[in-house]
């Protein structure tokens, strides 16, 4: 079995390194994600980079390990982990990858853990909260598949940043925190005063008007760079319009959506 290990920026920068370095192609490729990027703690410290295993046999009959499925990466997380629940975007899937999703089964856990990592969520973000001399009052809302943390106060625009991307690296380091728990995945949803929902109807909105603009001119419609997230608003927004098509361009953490007419 060949092995190497890749340091780069992103998951996806770092798999195709190793596939040269091994000399094989993408399907070869049994691809293991060590380590997820990190933009660091409000984009500014602690800063990781992305770090993959890559493993490929040496003989055809040779029967590969048992190993994670590639994941299909958009983002650096917060980019891939964080911001809404899908941290891909779906219509942009391939359908090996998403095949691979719904086969998946997600792991079964307990009331009682859920609220123990709840808590302990809770305590991290008051720590983070503590240390910035703000006060914050935290609203819980659970059910069986996620658990949201609502943020309240004065002047907590601090919290989101521009475009969330604040809110999206705080989102990003609470789920690792919670995460270690139990040695398994949960999913914190992090919000301030129901930011995520006023963001997402200006998206939308904007999706609509800039449709329109590159249906009547004819001529395709860039947008700003968009975290994996908000371009899935743009996406799902667009979807049902039968005179525009959405397509994602460009490399993280500079990737950006363009309109245009069909």
Known sequence: MKQVTITAKTVEEAVEKGIRQL????????????????????????KKPAVV?????????EEPRATEEPRHVEEVA?????????????????????????????VPYSREEQDEVAEEARKFLAHVFEGMHIEVTMEKLQNEERILFNLHGDNLGILI?????????????????????????????????????RRAAT?????????DKAHRTGRPVKLEPMSAAERRIIHLALQAEPDVETQSEGEAPNRYIVIRSK
């Open 53 to 61: 295993t890559l493993s490929a046999p040496e003989a055809k009959n």
């Open 203 to 211: 998206l939308e909105g904007l999706a609509k008007r800039l449709a």
């Open 161 to 197: 940043g521009k475009h969330g991307q604040t809110l999206d690296a705080l989102q990003y380091l609470i789920n690792l925190a919670a995460g270690k728990l139990h040695g398994h995945r949960y999913f914190i949803l992090l919000d301030v005063e129901n930011y995520r929902e």
């Open 78 to 106: 917060p980019e891939e982990e964080t911001g809404f629940p899908d941290d891909a975007e779906a219509i942009e899937e391939e359908p090996e990858a998403e095949a691979a999703r719904a086969d998946k089964k997600e």
């Open 23 to 46: 000399g094989i192609s993408r399907a070869e490729a049994i691809v293991h994600v060590d380590e997820e990027p990190s933009s660091g703690l409000f984009g500014l410290i602690r």
